[in-house]
């Protein structure tokens, strides 16, 4: 297969059809079932856009997101780590993924996870009052959430506007349905990336269709 | 931790594991075995119903007899030939029906031990659902009864939710799930609570307030069992008693 650089330990991969990888952090271990390939001695794992929406929007045709090796990534929404995996892989040992979930069922895979990535800081608590777990998060390099709750772009700008270093960008899945059931899912998603316009700049709003229904991610840029 | 080595996650990895374990509480354990109850449920009359249209293409006479998965079950449990089925029911051993062969019949044997099994998982599970309240809950078990206390702190999450709920939502509480189905247009002043006996032995006329009496003495319950863990039930039953006696005499 060859590799064609997307981010930092994320690449295309092509044999005949082309696909997203990334550099495998734990050789030999699979996070939820993905393909992993030998290339030139190193082992890649293939990260699915079906499920991760970071994923989807590269194949979507958006830009690399800003993180990279060494990194602090804080995490809202990590749910059991299929892409914080992916997020690990890209700060690699150097940097770190501080992964905010709010349910134990879900944490408890999380948990496990962190044990194998030591990268990975797992934090059982809700992403609106992340102060109330009682354990430090440090300013962030890149903030990245995905959580289906109707304040999901308020609960956004509050830890964006506390966790993130200025200058730095974040990106947001937004869920037309967990917002508005009822309205136009284009509609939503435009007021949500107008009321995200009043604090910040956004830099690029990328529909997930096919690949995640009534999804869209939506980058800022903190000034 | 900071002069710690960049990656040593370890102090986080043991906050949430601490987290996760202080969350998954007896309470939660009370709600897997209410879901698990209501699984098993299901699946009992999935199976019933396929068991007994099977049942019918065979011997349509006596299924026409025992439609009630009680009757159905006890009926055919020494034996669903034929013979043996119509000498129990009084019917004529002949029969409309599709002759099945030994090895068919004995499958349906078999189904009906799996459904046997199924009621008797939902009895060992209620069973428990019932220690744990009476150990545990014991307001909420004298006033509610165990299979209503369940599902209440089920439905509103926890003991403390329930606790903390007004009683007039306590009231209601379940009016919108399944278990009402068809039901619901009929009574939308109960939820879970409508199986209470005071409720049940009420006449129609006073259900209502019935209905409300109940649901505030739970309430109190919950609050007992939350707060203080007294067996306070005596008291409480007295009160709802007197109440609904007032009720009744139309005082
Ligand atoms: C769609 S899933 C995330 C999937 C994940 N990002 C991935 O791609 O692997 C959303 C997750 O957010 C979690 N969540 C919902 N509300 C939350 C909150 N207030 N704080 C933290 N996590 C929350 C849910 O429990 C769920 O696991």
Redesign the pocket.
Known sequence: MELKRVMDNVYWGFNGRKRLVSLNMTPSKQV?GEELFDIGGKEYREWNPF????SAALYKGAKPLSFKEGDTVL???????????HVSDVVSAKGRVYA????E??GVSLVLLSESRKNIFPII????RIEDVGIAVPACDFL?Q????RD?TD?FIKNVKKFLKPGGEAAI?L?AMSIDVYSDPRKVIMEETKKLSRSFRVVASIDLYPYQKGHSLVIIKKG | MDDKPRSDNSKYVEEAKKRIKDRLSLDDFIRKLVAMDAETKKAENTLFKALFDTYFLYFPEAANLIRDKEKFVSTLSDGIKREEVSSRLGIPANSMGYDLSETDLSSISDALSQLVGLSGLRTMINLKLSSILEEKYINLFKVAGPEIASKLISLSGSLKSLSEMPSGKLQVLGAEKSIFNGRKAKTPKYGVIFFHPEIQNSADRIKGRVARVVASKISLAAKVDFFSKEDKSGQILKKMRKEIDKIKNGT
């Open positions: 939820y499920r991760s929406k970071i995490y809202l929404g990590a749910s059991s780590g299929t892409t914080v995996s905010v979930e709010i349910s069922e879900m608590g809700d992403a609106r990245y995905d959580i289906a709750q999901q609960i899945a869920k």
